[in-house]
């Protein structure tokens, strides 16, 4: 197989001897919607504290259904601006779309459960709460969004969704327990790095196309300081004081082909992952799932911020080999 060489600089390896060290973290409060972009978080078992409890559902066919920005008639989501007040009881939401921000007093708003809740893209199902009218009023004014849509989120008491295979990944789960996962599609945590992105804007800056931010993948934490596509040869490393398993790569979507700002659509970037990045499994890739090794979770709390390092426990040989044949690493 030809090497395929990143192209993120003039020189391959530019970033050699640079200690890796996390750059940016992200919540999504709200699955499919706007970012809040932090400076250090709370990891919990199922990802970091706050990030994916909420979703948008609506009723559709009497049952209710996640709303997802890959639907056309739900691309407004991707404009909702979430954020929570300093003493996290209220959640504040924003939208170019609506005329007044609104906030929730997310203690005082009275809950129904609503049974089998379609969660995420996987289709699983959970029993999650609906927070009351006032809020699906200002998302519909948000969003467009047709058949009522609601806000729903995650008791607090005995939410219990675990990880799966992704049958499309075919890559086994790290450990043999139940793991936690919030209302996210696959894994707790989604890295990407700065090099990355940056090789793949230069291919596209190459074949005359726009080029994309990283919003257009969703990261949890991002890096710097590692070639670019060398988070594929990741097994475990260590952020700040804690521990994560480099499950599997991410697989990525039409989400990735929505402009942020104007909500245009295009092929890109997945027309040009698909050029170097596509795997037998037809899976085009972007960032690595990650996994928290917690002891302790219950009585301990555990932060990491921008800033952290990021040590390199092991590798995985086989990825690693497949990144270096693929990227011309010597």
Same mark, same amino acid.
């Given at each position: 197989?030809?090497?395929?060489?990143?192209?993120?600089?003039?020189?391959?390896?530019?970033?050699?001897?640079?200690?890796?060290?996390?750059?940016?973290?992200?919540?999504?409060?709200?699955?499919?919607?706007?970012?809040?972009?932090?400076?250090?978080?709370?990891?919990?078992?199922?990802?970091?504290?706050?990030?994916?409890?909420? *979703?948008?559902?609506?009723?559709?066919?009497?049952?209710?259904?996640?709303?997802?920005?890959?639907?056309?008639?739900?691309?407004?989501?991707?404009?909702?601006?979430?954020?929570?007040?300093?003493?996290?009881?209220?959640?504040?939401?924003?939208?170019?779309?609506?005329?007044?921000?609104?906030?929730?007093?997310?203690?005082?708003?009275?809950?129904?459960?609503?049974?089998?809740?379609?969660?995420?893209?996987?289709?699983?199902?959970?029993?999650?709460?609906?927070?009351?009218?006032?809020?699906?009023?200002?998302? *519909?004014?948000?969003?467009?969004?047709?058949?009522?849509?609601?806000?729903?989120?995650?008791?607090?008491?005995?939410?219990?969704?675990?990880?799966?295979?992704?049958?499309? *990944?075919?890559?086994?789960?790290?450990?043999?327990?139940?793991?936690?996962?919030?209302?996210?599609?696959?894994?707790?945590?989604?890295?990407?790095?700065?090099?990355?992105?940056?090789?793949?804007?230069?291919?596209?800056?190459?074949?005359?196309?726009?080029?994309?931010?990283?919003?257009?993948?969703?990261?949890?934490?991002?890096?710097?300081?590692?070639?670019?596509?060398?988070?594929?040869?990741?097994?475990?490393?260590?952020?700040?004081?804690?521990?994560?398993?480099?499950?599997?790569?991410?697989?990525?979507?039409?989400?990735?082909?929505?402009?942020?700002?104007?909500?245009?659509?295009?092929?890109?970037?997945?027309?040009?992952?698909?050029?170097?990045?596509?795997?037998?499994?037809?899976?085009?890739?972007?960032?690595?799932?990650?996994?928290?090794?917690?002891?302790?979770?219950?009585?301990?709390?555990?932060?990491?911020?921008?800033?952290?390092?990021?040590?390199?426990?092991?590798?995985?040989?086989?990825?690693?080999?497949?990144?270096?044949?693929?990227?011309?690493?010597?």
């Amino acid at each position: 197989m030809e090497a395929l060489k990143t192209i993120a600089g003039s020189v391959f390896g530019e970033s050699k001897g640079a200690t890796p060290t996390v750059t940016d973290i992200f919540i999504y409060p709200i699955k499919s919607c706007g970012a809040c972009r932090v400076g250090s978080a709370a990891v919990t078992p199922r990802g970091f504290h706050r990030d994916r409890i909420f *979703q948008v559902v609506n009723k559709v066919d009497g049952a209710w259904h996640y709303c997802t920005p890959r639907e056309k008639s739900s691309e407004k989501l991707f404009h909702i601006a979430p954020s929570f007040s300093d003493d996290g009881r209220r959640l504040v939401l924003s939208s170019l779309h609506a005329k007044k921000a609104f906030t929730l007093d997310l203690e005082g708003a009275p809950t129904t459960p609503l049974a089998a809740t379609t969660v995420g893209s996987g289709g699983s199902e959970a029993t999650l709460y609906d927070y009351g009218s006032d809020v699906a009023d200002w998302l *519909q004014e948000a969003t467009d969004i047709r058949d009522s849509p609601r806000l729903v989120g995650i008791s607090r008491e005995n939410f219990t969704r675990i990880m799966q295979v992704n049958p499309d *990944q075919g890559v086994e789960l790290p450990m043999s327990k139940p793991l936690p996962l919030s209302l996210a599609d696959e894994a707790p945590f989604l890295l990407a790095t700065h090099e990355s992105l940056s090789d793949l804007n230069k291919r596209l800056e190459l074949a005359g196309k726009e080029t994309v931010d990283m919003r257009r993948f969703r990261p949890n934490i991002v890096i710097g300081g590692m070639e670019p596509w060398e988070e594929d040869s990741l097994k475990r490393i260590k952020i700040g004081p804690i521990e994560f398993l480099v499950w599997q790569r991410c697989g990525r979507c039409t989400m990735t082909t929505i402009d942020r700002d104007t909500l245009k659509r295009s092929g890109e970037p997945l027309n040009t992952l698909s050029s170097f990045r596509e795997r037998s499994n037809g899976q085009r890739n972007f960032g690595m799932h990650l996994i928290p090794v917690l002891e302790n979770a219950e009585s301990e709390e555990f932060i990491i911020s921008v800033g952290d390092k990021i040590e390199i426990l092991e590798y995985d040989e086989e990825r690693r080999s497949e990144w270096m044949q693929l990227f011309g690493k010597k």
